[in-house]
């Protein structure tokens, strides 16, 4: 029976490369315990997190990569992003990502170490030259925005001034369309969700894309638990820890490069990297 069960086992792992998906390591993962479950609130926001995409996205990916190695298993769920915020706060959920943490935010909620650094840029057609050290400098710019957005307080206060022209409208679809189309000249989107949305729309066209590399601002995205849940500050250590394992052992950089890739993106431009499925 032994041979056997290692025959099976082979074939098996054989089978799991064909489909694309490499075999974990033995050892790297700890079977999860009864009732030890994380219940994390999200929303869609690729490429960082989607529920129509593999492993909820990059960061899902890392979530659950992390707490698996810890013994739990991940159970997501999407909600409008107001609704998932005030399960988690209510303590119905156990967490929700990714979040900016403001020094209010941190009233409420423990904040993970860092999930990414998600930095807002100009978008612009490569045929619109673009140069800026301050806002100022691009006051004769027609520029889209969307609306409830916030851009930071620089760019909040050369908008309500009027020194920007800035146009609200209501999705960055229709920004990103209005972009491509010349009828605006730039659109302030964080970097990674502008690549992945010109991908999804002009998948033909996205060379004609570009942004400047001076960041409007840079800050860095968490996982967040809510300060009156009695099992908060366990999940955040446990979190933390193996976060810090994954980016030690460069599994972290392997799904960053994988999201700039387009690996969690239905259709994929690339394989997503080897990891555990939900």
């Known amino acids: 029976m032994t041979g056997f069960y290692r025959l099976h086992a082979a074939l098996c792992s054989v089978f799991a490369l064909w489909l694309g998906f490499a075999v974990p390591a033995l050892g790297a993962e700890t079977p999860a315990e009864e009732g030890k479950t994380v219940r994390i609130a999200t929303g869609e926001w690729l490429p960082y997190v989607s529920e129509a995409q593999p492993h909820w996205g990059a960061l899902g990916h890392i979530i659950t990569t992390a707490f698996n190695r810890a013994g739990y298993q991940v159970k997501f769920q999407n909600f ?22 403001s020094s209010d935010r941190e009233q409420e909620f423990y904040c993970s170490n860092p999930l990414v650094s998600g930095e807002q840029v100009f978008f612009h057609l490569k045929e619109v030259p673009v140069q800026w050290e301050k806002l100022s400098d691009l006051k004769g710019y027609s520029i889209g925005a969307t609306l409830g957005y916030y851009y930071g307080e620089t760019f909040e206060k050369a908008e309500s001034s009027g020194e920007l022209m800035v146009k609200r409208i209501a999705s960055d679809e229709k920004n990103m369309q209005l972009l491509m189309m010349g009828r605006i000249k730039l659109f302030p989107q964080d970097k990674e969700v502008g690549y992945s949305t010109v991908r999804h729309m002009y998948p033909h066209q996205k060379e004609l894309l570009t942004h400047h590399p001076k960041p409007i601002h840079s800050k860095t995205l968490h996982l967040i638990f809510p300060r009156d849940n009695p099992s908060s500050p366990e999940l955040l250590r446990v979190f933390n820890e193996q976060l810090s394992l994954l980016k030690r052992q460069g599994v972290w950089e392997r799904y960053m490069r994988g999201m700039r890739d387009g690996a969690y993106e239905k259709p994929a431009t690339a394989t997503p990297p080897a990891g555990k499925e939900h």
């Open 80 to 101: 409008p992003w107001a609704r998932g915020y005030q399960l988690v706060k209510d303590g119905v959920w156990d967490a929700t990502m990714p979040y900016y943490c």
